[in-house]
T-cell receptor, first 116, second 116 residues
């Protein structure tokens, strides 16, 4: 079974530039997550989709971050314009279940963003 | 919002010694999950605990969920160098609304180093 695919693995940009990350979850997984992991910290949920609808984006900085999940399958996370504090690993995850018990989350390898 | 605290932040042990990390939530959880992240890697699911007072074992790893479903612990007996990594707990809370869903909040992790 193929895992969660993410691209690019690494990205270096200058502040105020834009960047986009792509995620393809495991086939059939209902729920897709974008987490931000700053070095030395735990993953922080940015946005959670259940099928193609957003169920939680309370910690997404909406003035600069946006995300969509087209047709309930793959997803794109965009940052525009980037700030220095956005330097982090952006982890995409998916889970088979939704509702109250999401079950195990399967993470992709992550996209490491460096903002100069 | 929900907070999940983990202690200690770092633990250095000699190979063969035991290791324990503790997790505390500000709110009652529907379940708790544990993940391991190797250096440079992504979080990998270890286990999920659902019931109050639940104890589960995986070889040298013992996981406990508190009676009040607000705290949890992971104990590793006789550590090995392969145990090196960061251990995260993640507490799940159920949100009921237009679309009901479970939200997973990660602790900041405990970094385990094992000296041979």
């Amino acid at each position: 079974e193929a895992g969660v695919a993410q691209s690019p693995r690494y990205k270096i940009i200058e502040k105020r530039q834009s960047v986009a990350f792509w995620c393809n979850p495991i086939s059939g997984h209902a729920t897709l997550y974008w987490y931000q992991q700053i070095l030395g910290q735990g993953p922080k949920l940015l946005i959670q989709f259940q099928n193609n609808g957003v169920v939680d984006d309370s910690q997404l900085p909406k003035d600069r971050f946006s995300a969509e999940r087209l047709k309930g399958v793959d997803s794109t996370l965009k940052i525009q314009p980037a700030k220095l504090e956005d330097s982090a690993v952006y982890l995409c995850a998916s889970s088979q279940k939704g509702f109250a018990n999401t079950g195990e989350l399967f993470f992709g390898e992550g996209s490491r963003l460096t903002v100069l | 919002g929900q907070q999940v605290m983990q202690i200690p932040q770092y633990q250095h042990v000699q190979e063969g010694e035991d290791f324990t990390t503790y997790c505390n939530s500000s709110t009652t959880l529907s379940n708790i999950q544990w993940y391991k992240q190797r250096p440079g890697g992504h979080p990998v699911f270890l286990i999920q605990l659902v019931k109050s007072g639940e104890v589960k074992k995986q070889k040298r790893l013992t996981f406990q969920f508190g009676e009040a479903k607000k705290n949890s612990s992971l104990h590793i007996t006789a550590t090995q160098t392969t145990d090196v990594g960061t251990y995260f707990c993640a507490g799940q809370v159920f949100y009921a609304g237009g679309t009901s869903y479970g939200k997973l909040t990660f602790g900041q992790g405990t970094i385990l180093t094992v000296h041979p």
